[in-house]
């Protein structure tokens, strides 16, 4: 006959677990991140007051906003930013004919289409890298033997910029100084001058020690937009 009789001595009454009390715990926020997977940072600066901007810095996607903005705001103006760096990156890699060549023989592939778009074909190296230790140059070439050193600070700069180094050094095969005959051979590719003036800007924020902050807008594909009133 069942009953309700207490368990034999020395013996725990089986008890259920008992429940949680309280919230649940919340689960920690995953790491943002750009479409395909590149680390995104959120820099909020007191100076800033109207303007967003988005750029690369190091292969990370930064966003710098206002300090005031609400979160709700924060995360609008991160998701318009990404965007339009992913779509500036689109435009960049249509133009230069697809992704950016990062190892050593896509570099060396990439010159040889630049000498064929611009040169002819003229300019053959012998081969062509990334080095680390050039810090005083963007690029440089060796005529006598045909090889090409591209400083790896180019990296993450526009597409359009690392073209017009290449070309350069390109060009050095063909010409060694820089004379009118040397200039008339970039003066194929359409973004000569453009790059010219952004090395410039580059090295001259260098030379004062100007060091990237969360109100920097002198960075590889930077975009910003303003914030309506």
């Known amino acids: 006959m069942a009953g309700n009789s207490p368990p034999p001595a020395g013996k725990p009454a089986n008890r259920r677990p008992a429940e949680p009390t309280g919230s649940p715990a919340t689960p920690a926020a995953s790491p943002l991140t750009?479409?395909?997977?590149?680390?995104?940072?959120?820099?909020?600066?007191?100076?800033?007051?109207?303007?967003?901007?988005?750029?690369?810095?190091?292969?990370?996607?930064?966003?710098?906003?206002?300090?005031?903005?609400?979160?709700?705001?924060?995360?609008?103006?991160?998701?318009?930013?990404?965007?339009?760096?992913?779509?500036?990156?689109?435009?960049?890699?249509?133009?230069a004919g697809g992704r950016r060549p990062r190892s050593d023989d896509a570099l060396a592939a990439h010159a040889a289409e630049l000498s064929a778009k611009y040169f002819g074909g003229r300019a053959v190296p012998s081969s062509v890298r990334w080095v680390s230790n050039q810090n005083a140059r963007w690029g440089s070439a060796t005529p006598s033997d045909g090889t090409i050193r591209l400083s790896d600070k180019l990296q993450p700069m526009p597409q359009w910029v690392i073209d017009y180094v290449l070309l350069h050094e390109l060009a050095h095969l063909l010409v060694a100084g820089h004379n009118a005959a040397f200039w008339r051979l970039l003066g194929a590719y359409p973004e000569t001058a453009r790059a010219k003036a952004f090395l410039e800007g580059v090295s001259f924020a260098t030379s004062r020690g100007i060091a990237p902050d969360g109100d920097g807008e002198a960075k590889a594909d930077a975009d910003a937009a303003e914030v309506p009133g």
């Open 34 to 95: 750009t479409a395909d997977g590149a680390p995104v940072e959120v820099r909020r600066s007191a100076r800033r007051r109207r303007t967003v901007a988005a750029f690369w810095e190091n292969g990370t996607a930064v966003v710098a906003i206002p300090a005031s903005f609400s979160r709700a705001q924060e995360r609008e103006w991160v998701h318009r930013m990404l965007e339009k760096l992913r779509r500036q990156g689109e435009r960049g890699s249509r133009g």
